[in-house]
């Protein structure tokens, strides 16, 4: 959704997330009636008088709440003057609103949020070299599809949008740059897929944005990535998509254009819930910036990944993780450290498994040895008649035990 200002508004003191107890709660909500909050990330005009707020990921069917908080430490103009939410001429009052989505479209276009450092090439994953990835939602019925691709031309340097490499041969794919920062896309199946249908059901990569960050863009910065005017078969308006990008280096939590430790602290806060945010990306989701490994949540994994580090064009990469020899646990909101135990003469069968399969990649092995500590944590735990939870878990109990693997 996109909020409108009569005047600008001071993003300096705006957040989605806090860090380290500096920025309290969020500014903006959004609450649906069934599936509760929505994190998602902002992206504010550079005049002031605007924002977008980006889910991550598609809405589902569901009535939704938004509020717009109003505070010196919220939402204010640049001279310091409330927001008057309910426009009754009396500032200090927060925004409240409501909409409901009924329906969720069968087809849809979808491009995915990133961060990428100035000059750096973007490739989602990291470790591909095939560029950001168009992909099709679709309930089997696409022989052609029609789409818009915006984005901020002084951000982001698109080279060019071509066709996946997965298309039939009877799939065109064109483009037509209609102004800086406007790219119109064509997909067209002349013939019928092998079902005898449109392209098959599911999700479908059409063709990968082969792009550069800006040189000169300024660290911190973000822009929205939008897919619109989507229409499938020529007559049938379908669902597009909006995605954010955030100028800074994969890993780079501080956001101060280097790694350091820093960053891999600041990665492990957010892992043991420290944090729910990073302190220079308040009004981003961290897991953007944090989320090295690429496996949708922020872990001590990604802490080890980050400290590991050793440089290269898309930032920390699974060689960069060691197996860790530590591991954290928190009872009743106290930390201790622990040594990982050495159960390599009592590993069970599944566990040599485990080990077995992660032996060429060091990233597998962090998490495998992660996944038996933890194991083995858990059932030290219910002998001593404790609950255990792991760290994707969001509700604790005053006696759960946290765990999640340290770094030495």
């Keep these: 959704f996109r909020v409108s200002f009569s005047r600008p508004i001071d993003v300096g003191v705006v957040n989605l997330y806090d860090a380290m107890g500096i920025f309290g709660e969020s500014d903006i909500t959004l609450r649906g009636a069934t599936t509760g909050d929505v994190n998602g990330s902002l992206v504010i005009a550079a005049d002031g008088r605007s924002l977008q707020f980006v889910a991550n990921g598609a809405l589902a069917i569901d009535s939704y709440s938004v509020v717009v908080r109003s505070g010196s430490d919220a939402f204010q103009t640049v001279t310091g003057e409330l927001l008057d939410g309910n426009a009754d001429e009396e500032a200090g009052d927060s925004y409240n609103g409501t909409f409901t989505i009924s329906e969720v479209p069968t087809v849809r276009l979808a491009i995915p949020s990133f961060a990428r450092g100035p000059g750096q090439d973007v490739h989602v994953p990291v470790g591909s070299e095939s560029g950001i990835p168009l992909v099709l939602e679709s309930d089997g019925s696409v022989r052609s599809l029609d789409a818009i691709f915006s984005f901020n031309p002084e951000l982001l340097d698109v080279s060019d949008i071509v066709p996946a490499v997965n298309l039939p041969e009877f799939v065109t794919f064109s483009t037509e740059v ?3 920062g406007r790219i119109a896309l064509r997909f067209d199946a002349t013939e019928s897929f092998p079902d005898g249908g449109g392209a098959p059901a599911g999700q479908l990569t059409i063709a990968n944005v082969m792009a550069q960050v800006d040189t000169a863009a300024e660290n911190g910065s973000s822009a929205l990535l939008s897919l619109e005017s989507v229409v499938s078969n020529s007559t049938i308006t379908v669902g597009g998509s909006n995605a954010v990008q955030l100028v800074a280096a994969l ?12 960053d891999s602290a600041l990665a492990a806060r957010l892992a043991m819930r420290l944090d729910s945010g990073l302190v220079n990306y308040p009004v981003v989701i961290p897991s953007l910036v944090a989320d090295v490994s690429g496996n949708g949540t922020v872990s001590m994994l990604d802490a080890a990944m980050i400290a590991g580090v050793s440089g290269g064009s898309q930032g920390p990469d699974s060689g960069s993780a060691s197996a860790p020899r530590q591991m954290l646990l928190r009872h009743e909101g106290s930390f201790r450290r622990a040594d990982v135990i050495d159960v390599s003469s009592v590993l069970s069968d599944v566990d040599t498994k485990v080990l077995a399969e992660s032996r060429d990649s060091a990233a597998s092995r962090a998490q495998a040895f992660a996944d038996i500590a933890a194991g083995w944590a858990a059932s030290v735990a219910a002998n001593e ?18 765990v999640d693997p340290g770094l030495v």
């Design 178 to 180: 209609l102004e800086p």
């Design 385 to 402: 008649n404790s609950t255990f939870s792991f760290a994707e878990d969001s509700d604790e109990s005053a006696d759960s035990i946290f």
């Design 251 to 262: 890993g780079d939590t501080s956001g101060d254009g280097a790694y350091s430790s820093a």
